[in-house]
């Protein structure tokens, strides 16, 4: 995202549309990451791997808003053996009280398959306002022979008695390159840093900026990184502005987990969310947000808001 509108803009994010499915090369029977999260568990009979519901952490922000997303991503990519296709995934997110429409926004999350797992990874805001956010909702997806996943910007709005979902934009990360330079094989190859399907594909596109994956490859050096979002799958402009945001022009990366630990979770140390952040500064970020308001830098080169309470924003000039 850009620099943020400022304090009084209650909760600058990442907004507009950008996004697909991304694939992943790993076989359907790779253990699942269950930091946080999940869907319904395939049936005894199935091959897939088991998966656990997502929930919040109760000291988030709005946990509903959250959730609500959540549910809706997780009813459409998770089905039972002969419950696949678009009317079976209507009747599920019908039966949440959500708008059967919405999957026909859904993509590759709902594939032509016979059954499917999902388990969401990370859901991390794309911004938040007194009425309406963005919900990055990040999975990984199994069907017979495949593993894959995405990252869903899913959009809200403020309802009673919680927020309705109104519209699905799965990532689109693009084909991947013939061929990467030396910075971002690095960045596939480095073990401290973990990326989700769709951040991976971003990688893979050759899209990405070389200050980005130095960044990533440098910060590795000192921490072990979850990366929530990359490029796509993240709005295209900063939430409730028309600013355009830097990750869909390849020149940012968000972090949800640091050294195995949530950035939203208040037991997290705030020595260490600080030191991250510091350091990504020094890695030539221009624009470094997170859930604590730091002193020093460059005028703007750092800032808090409640979009940025679940993660750390590392963003770069061109």
């Known amino acids: 995202m850009g620099q943020p509108l400022g304090r009084r803009a209650l909760l600058a994010g990442t907004g507009g549309l950008l996004l697909g499915a991304a694939g992943c090369s790993?076989?359907?029977s790779a253990p699942v990451n269950v930091s946080g999260s999940g869907s319904v568990p395939p049936s005894p009979s199935s091959s897939l791997p088991a998966t656990t519901p997502w929930r919040p952490d109760r000291n988030d922000v709005d946990p509903a808003v959250k959730l609500r997303a959540v549910q809706v991503v997780e009813a459409i990519g998770a089905w039972a053996p002969g419950r696949g296709g678009a009317a079976a995934a209507k009747k599920?997110?019908?039966a949440l009280g959500a708008a059967p429409s919405l999957v026909d926004q859904a993509g590759a999350l709902l594939p032509d398959a016979p059954e499917a797992a999902l388990q969401v990874i990370d859901a991390q805001y794309g911004g938040i306002l007194a009425d309406s956010a963005s919900v990055l909702v990040v999975c990984r997806q199994w069907t017979p022979g495949h593993a894959g996943g995405t990252t869903v910007d899913v959009r809200l709005s403020r309802a009673r008695p919680r927020w309705d979902v109104t519209a699905l934009h799965p990532a689109r990360p693009g084909a991947a390159a013939a061929s990467l330079p030396d910075a971002a094989r690095r960045v596939l190859a480095?073990?401290?840093?973990r990326l989700p399907p769709a951040a991976e594909a971003d990688i893979r596109s050759g899209k990405v900026r070389p200050s980005v994956l130095r960044a990533l490859s440098g910060l590795a050096g000192t921490y072990r990184m979850y990366v929530s979002v990359v490029r796509s799958g993240h709005p295209l402009d900063v939430f409730g502005t028309s600013r355009p945001s830097d990750h869909p022009r390849g020149r940012a990366f968000?972090?949800?987990?640091?050294?195995?630990?949530?950035v939203v979770d208040p037991a997290t140390s705030r020595r260490l969310v600080e030191s991250f952040m510091r350091d990504a500064a020094a890695a030539g970020s221009y624009n470094v947000g997170g859930p604590v308001q730091l002193s020093g830098g460059?005028?703007?080169?750092?800032?808090?808001?409640n979009t940025h309470h679940d993660h750390v924003h590392v963003g770069f000039t061109a």
């Not at 480095?190 to 840093?193: F, K, Q, T, V, Y």
């Not at 968000?254 to 949530?262: A, C, E, F, L, P």
């Open 254 to 262: 968000d972090v949800w987990q640091i050294d195995g630990h949530k």
């Open 190 to 193: 480095e073990s401290r840093i």
């Open 298 to 305: 460059e005028p703007g080169q750092f800032f808090t808001d």
């Open 26 to 28: 790993a076989p359907p």
């Open 92 to 94: 599920r997110v019908a």
